[in-house]
């Protein structure tokens, strides 16, 4: 089974302090620390089992700048087979839909039977794998948490729905599907298992090798443009009850009446 991945680089948050630049422009971006978007290594790991089970090869595919090849090599540590970097600057300011049509021109170009996102990528959106998925007029399923291999040409998903449940379907391969965390435990990546990718070749696409037009992606074609980033107002800190719970209860009901929560 051939699998493609696609991850993204972001903000590591567990090592950033994040802060909105000095225009409220963008977020501030010196010297921030990056890894690989949280629900992507889910997807990465997902394929590797997959392809584990039953063979074939995992590629993963960011779009991104030079400093993306990074990432790329941490899922092929990690045991992805091959990587590619889709850079441009004809890219640079993509929305989620300029996202999925350059990623729609790199599938184009393989022969992938499952294509894999996290649930959650391009600013947490959640709509480059639908969209991806619209693109290519395959079928598509959102927070999948269980994956069932059938046979050649069919597979069995578990998604996650409200009220904790579970919605198992099964869907013609190929098909694209948003990976939710919590479906697997990503391995271990080592040092080791970094140094020994430090070398592998990673191929560069950009607008012209995927036969993109640069007016339908990048600032220029984004449907979706950010306006402004800020740090909402700290309103008023909460009351804190106390009292024996009898007392708590009648100090509440007290203030919904009082702030016309109760008549």
Not at 52 to 76: A, F, P
Not at 89 to 118: C, H, M, P, Q, W
Not at 151 to 161: A, F, L, M, S
Not at 212 to 221: Q, S
Request: proline share 3%.
């Amino acid at each position: 089974m051939e699998i493609l991945v696609c991850v993204t680089r972001v903000p590591d948050t567990a090592e950033n302090e994040i802060e909105v630049n000095s225009d409220g422009t963008d977020i501030g971006r010196d010297d921030l620390v990056y890894s690989v978007n949280e629900w992507d290594n889910y997807a990465v790991e997902e394929a590797i089992q997959i392809r584990d089970r039953v063979g074939g090869s995992v590629t993963v595919v960011t779009v991104g700048d030079d400093e993306s090849e990074e990432i790329l090599r941490r899922e092929m540590a990690m045991g992805a087979d091959s990587g590619i970097l889709l850079a441009d600057g004809a890219f640079d300011g993509s929305d989620g839909l300029g996202i999925a049509r350059i990623l729609k021109a790199e599938v184009d170009k393989g022969n992938y039977d499952l294509i894999l996102t996290g649930a959650q990528s391009e600013g947490g959106t959640a709509e480059v794998g639908g969209m991806l998925a619209a693109l290519l007029d395959l079928p598509f399923a959102s927070l999948v948490n269980q994956i069932e291999i059938v046979d050649e040409k069919k597979i069995k998903v578990g998604r996650e729905i409200e009220g904790g449940n579970i919605e198992v379907s099964e869907i013609d391969l190929p098909c694209v599907l948003s990976v939710q965390t919590g479906i697997n435990e990503p391995r271990y990546v080592g040092i080791r298992g970094i140094r020994k990718v430090a070398s592998l070749d990673i191929p560069t696409h950009g607008a012209a090798d995927l036969g993109v037009d640069p007016a339908t992606v990048g600032a220029d074609g984004a449907r979706v443009k950010r306006m402004d980033y800020f740090i909402p107002d700290l309103g008023e800190g909460a009351e804190m009850l106390e009292g024996d719970t009898e007392e708590i209860i009648s100090k509440l009901i007290e203030l919904l009446k009082a702030k016309g929560g109760l008549k």
